[in-house]
């Protein structure tokens, strides 16, 4: 016998107090300022950031692409809660100087916006 679970969908708040981005399409959270690693990244629609980690994303499928630092493996991220694709995850760099990539994750400037604190 065979029992099934929901999984619940569910929304991870970043403390008020941090300075925070969030999806510009339904406002969810996605990374708190402190995750933030480097703003000089080129996604498919523009500038990007680089964060250590995010919440309330989503990861499909890994394949193998050739972006402008060579040859990686990623996978698209997209929002939990709308459901926009806003970049990808970097699983794997083929070659030694982008390693440090690996478990980072891009956003696209286009598909988020700055929250809390940013006077």
Not at 32 to 42: A, V
Request: proline share 2%.
């Amino acid at each position: 016998m065979v029992t099934m679970t929901r999984s619940k969908t569910f929304q991870a708040y970043l403390p008020n107090c941090h300075r925070t981005y969030s999806c510009i399409h339904c406002r969810a959270h996605l990374a708190n300022h402190d995750e933030l690693i480097s703003k000089s990244f080129q996604g498919s629609q523009g500038r990007a950031y680089l964060f250590n980690s995010v919440v309330n994303v989503g990861c499909g499928p890994a394949e193998e692409r050739v972006l402008l630092t060579g040859l990686h493996a990623v996978a698209d991220i997209y929002c939990e809660n709308c459901k926009t694709t806003l970049g990808w995850k970097y699983e794997h760099a083929f070659e030694s100087s982008q390693k440090y990539k690996e478990g980072k994750f891009i956003i696209e400037l286009a598909h988020m916006i700055k929250d809390n604190g940013w006077d």
